[in-house]
């Protein structure tokens, strides 16, 4: 017997309604008697659903509604339409039995006491979440330890670096052991070795705990490290709902790779080591298939021309977007 | 409950954590108290008079309004409040199992606690060296009395400030709107002068406003200018009833306006 998606989401729709504000008097005097609504559909008829123990990536523009629906399938935003189920629940009637099981950690919003070491709001959200102090001393124990933030736990927050502050707010969410857990941005800002702890920590608890998480990034790392079912959203609807390694092999072709050159140099003179995304004449950037990166550099750094420095990144989200629409 | 008693534990922590300003306050107060009997005085030795108040009913009257700014404010309420709601802060706390008001309530109580343990010591000390020129409660059980209405006015006032602070749910600008509110109140409280010394129509006014037992009222009983009577218990409490439903009410109705753009 096949067990209910622990999160189904069946045409979700959010719809803000705006003022649109014009420039001039003339506007302004007709806004007084007849203010002119517009409206944005943030999520235009988005359905999924996601088993227990997923770990799932939300991928997407900025503005393309990964945030939005996400914070409807949270319960802080009223959606305009469709039905969110998750855990049984429905999210935006807030019921405190669905929060005691529920998690968002949002990466620029922190729950931490400032002023406090992280230790304190530990034990506040034992309090909160009514968690045992045998419960609470083993995940604890188990984070620190993951983690690697033995040593901090009772620094105040405002002491912290941000990779340290973020750790600590992951074990604040997690204490309680929730069954679903959101992670927004989570390792935005955050140096590569942080990066590379918290990604290592969030697929071993997963793995063991079998806790459902769905994760934005607008790393490519994150995703690729973590995420075998990626689910994006642009413009409001889901473009893509399916395995990783698919989408990777179909889409995710290249890297971006930035040289930075001593001397200026001309589009003729550069254009033979790869396709050309951005130009300048200290600066170009190329599109080169992920096989072809080091054969590409070589070339670049046996040539006589003088390079200062390079840059190889991930081919960012947007341009895989553009991709899909444009093949 | 325990939840609760977690916040108040962590507020009160949170503001030791500040240690270097606690004695630089405890001065300051000391400070504050001098001056105003000081000033006081000196009007009284010119000649002057306020009102129908002695010198020794002024003085009363100044040193617990001070004690009750001490004590007994929640004014941080509405600035925590404000800054949540607009740096996003407050998402977190819709998250959570646990209720806004009855949170921030508990934070509250945190720094009133903290002030107390810095400010008593000090108040102690003014109150003996001035204790010729205090003036006693009218009634036999007037100290009671005083703690029961202080009491009271402590909720009032947090209540009072809960619904600023959630005001900028609709409030771009809270700086200008929340100092508006705050000079408002403090005036209508009787910090700056005894309300009784007021022209008539806006003591009538005032009676039909809960400001006046915040600190006027409960200072009245505890200097002795007024008598106490049963009204001065039933009216503020009917108000914190009232009160606390609209905050409630306002606080449903922002978070849905909240929904729209700061989230």
Redesign the interface.
Known sequence: MKSKPIIEVKNLCKTYEFVEKQPGIKYSFKNLFKAEKKKKEAVNDVSFSIEEGELIGFLGPNGAGKTTTLKMLSGILTPTSGKVQVMGYEPIKRQKEYKMQFAFVMGQKMQLWWDLPPMESFLLNKKIYEVSDEDFKKNLDEMVELLDVKGIINKQVRQLSLGERMKCELIAALLHNPKVLFLDEPTIGLDVVAQKKIRDFIKKYNKERKTTIILTSHYMEDIAQLCKRIVIIDLGKIVYDGQLDDLIAKYASNKKVTIYFEDGVTKKEVGKFGNISEFESLKVSFEVPRNDVKNMIGGILTSDLIIKDIEIDEEDIESIIRNIFTK | M??Y???IS?SI??NL??RANTFILMISVLFSFGVLFYFWNSIYMQGNKVGTYTLSEIISYYIFITIFELLFTSTNTAWSIGDEIR???I??S?????GYFEYKFSQSLGVIFYRMMLFVPVIALVLFLLRNYLTQPKDDYGYLFFIILSFLAFILNYIIYYIVGISSFWVVDNNGFFFTCLVVISFMQGQWMPLDLLPTWFVTLGNYLPFKYLFFVPVGVVSGRSAFEYSMLIIPLLWCVSLYFLAKFLYKKGI?KY??YG?
């Open positions: 325990g939840k008693l977690a916040v962590n922590k949170k954590a500040y740096n996003g802060q998402t977190n819709i998250l959570k199992p646990m849905k929904e729209g989230v």
